[in-house]
């Protein structure tokens, strides 16, 4: 038997999820450039969404399984953090880069544990 979860610990990964994926998102779209044509955008579009399709795929997983987005936003946060600091940049932008992409990947993490975890209960 499911023990029933208060609606904030239940939304709140959730929500979070969806406005991170969005923000991801955002960031494909300096692909779109007047000097472009049409075919150069939507490949361009396709290829810089990769993380997007990933990350919403994850999302409608742990909609019904909790522990799953636990565990795929808190290695999405550290492969980022890995794929970060192995491009050579320098350690204060590294860390401000961190703390905006990878930190709210830990956060909607730790949010899916602890409504798995109050689930479980």
Do not use: Q
Not at 11 to 38: H, N, Q, Y
Not at 52 to 62: E, G, K, P
Not at 92 to 117: E, K, V
Request: hydrophobic share 60%.
């Amino acid at each position: 038997m499911e023990k029933k979860v208060s609606k904030f610990v239940y939304w709140t990964p959730r929500i979070l999820a969806i406005l991170f994926v969005c923000f991801i998102a955002m960031f494909s779209l300096d692909e779109i450039s007047p000097g472009k044509s049409f075919g150069e955008i939507i490949i361009g579009l396709l290829i810089h969404n990769i993380p997007t399709f990933v990350l919403l795929i994850i999302v409608i997983v742990s909609w019904k399984y909790e522990l799953v987005g636990g565990i795929a936003f808190l290695l999405a946060g550290i492969f980022y953090i890995v794929l970060v600091s192995r491009s050579g940049i320098y350690w204060n932008i590294l860390i401000s880069w961190c703390l905006i992409i990878a930190g709210p990947a830990f956060l909607i993490g730790i949010l899916f544990f602890i409504n798995w975890y109050k689930k479980k209960l």
